[in-house]
């Protein structure tokens, strides 16, 4: 079990973990979140076709 030696004073925001880095300092980063996470969204291109040349038809008599 972890001994708390002293308060700092460090004003905590949500979403980051504060921690002691191999220096001594105070760090924070960003906790990061279970579940999915989030989708890249790819946006398909759209191919227009090209119109396909009719063949010219023979005239009935």
Known sequence: MAQKVSKVGVK???????F?????DISR???ARGGRGK????KKKVVK???AK???SKKRR
């Open 49 to 51: 076709k090209k119109a």
């Open 12 to 18: 905590k925001e949500s979403g980051y973990l504060y």
């Open 29 to 31: 980063a960003k906790m």
């Open 20 to 24: 002691v880095d191999k220096d001594g």
């Open 54 to 56: 009719k063949k010219a």
């Open 39 to 42: 989708k890249k969204v790819v």
